[in-house]
């Protein structure tokens, strides 16, 4: 890994996990090919998700090239994220970030996708974008499903549509949970609508395993709003959080997860 930019940027995010003592746990990272294009399919819990998807691939030897909001790009931070080659995303033209991503799997990088495109107010597994899975039938490399879970106790969604943008809140000795899933292999032939609906129940029930890990659960009366509603906690309902969402009409709805 001799990229000067990308591994400062790695140095920094240690010293601020380390200086509010977040800690970090991968699993899962030993299914990340070695070698060849790969594309990450991840869930979408809170603001810093790279950062901790990042980091729990870095025993991999392994760069991730994400897929990011266009926004960021405006930002003092925008020339450094060219360097690093990460992925602009325009949700309303999207084609041109699947065209760089395309490029950067053909050049064997690790690609990670969102595909929630966005933050769900209920913590629960919305609708996808189909790119991940389009990506992996059109190029062949494997797709790994990646859960995040923890990152929405230190920077979630808002709760209603004409609420401000959340800022962080910062407490320490937090845990994030990353958890890499194993391979699906998407054929030249696969079905993408089908395909990206088994995208979502793989990510859906690893999500709710690990929301009802002991250190994720809200403590007894606990107002918990960055919890899921249908494991008793105080997040948005699942069916009130879609007009949260504004899901484009290419996202493939949602046949996972609780859905009343």
């Known amino acids: 890994m001799r990229e000067p930019v990308y591994l400062g940027a790695i140095a920094a995010g240690k010293v601020a996990f380390a200086s509010v003592g977040l800690t970090v746990r991968a699993g899962g990272a030993e299914h990340l090919p070695r070698s060849g294009p790969v594309v990450l399919a991840s869930t979408h819990v809170s603001f810093p998700d790279f ?3 990042g980091d729990a691939l870095l025993s991999t030897g392994r760069l991730v090239r994400f897929l990011s909001r266009g926004d960021v790009w405006g930002s003092p931070v925008g020339r450094a994220m060219d ?4 992925v602009p995303v325009d949700r309303q033209a999207p084609a041109a970030a ?5 490029r950067l799997l053909e050049d064997d990088q690790v690609v990670c996708l969102f595909p929630e495109a966005g933050i769900s107010a209920a913590y629960v597994v919305r609708a996808l974008m189909p790119g991940a899975v389009a990506l992996a039938r059109e190029t062949g490399a494997p797709l790994l499903p990646v859960n995040v879970w923890g990152g929405q106790r230190l920077w979630g969604q808002k709760r209603a549509l004409d609420a401000p943008f959340p800022r962080p809140i910062i407490t320490r000795g937090r845990t994030i949970d990353v958890r890499i899933g194993e391979p699906i292999h998407v054929p030249p032939t ?3 609508v089908e395909t ?3 995208l979502g129940e793989r990510l859906h029930a690893v999500q709710e395993d690990l929301q ?3 250190e994720h659960r809200p403590r007894p009366g606990e107002y918990a709003p960055w919890y899921p ?3 008793g906690g105080d997040g948005v309902e699942r069916v009130e959080s879609f007009a949260l969402d504004a899901m484009p009409t290419s996202a493939v709805a949602p ?3 609780p859905l009343g």
Not at 83 to 86: N, Y
């Open 229 to 231: 509603a249908h494991l």
């Open 51 to 53: 950062l901790f998807v």
């Open 83 to 86: 360097v690093m080659r990460h």
């Open 255 to 257: 046949t996972w997860g």
């Open 190 to 192: 696969a079905d993408v």
């Open 212 to 214: 009802q890990l002991p």
């Open 196 to 198: 990206t609906r088994l």
């Open 98 to 102: 699947y065209l760089r991503a395309r």
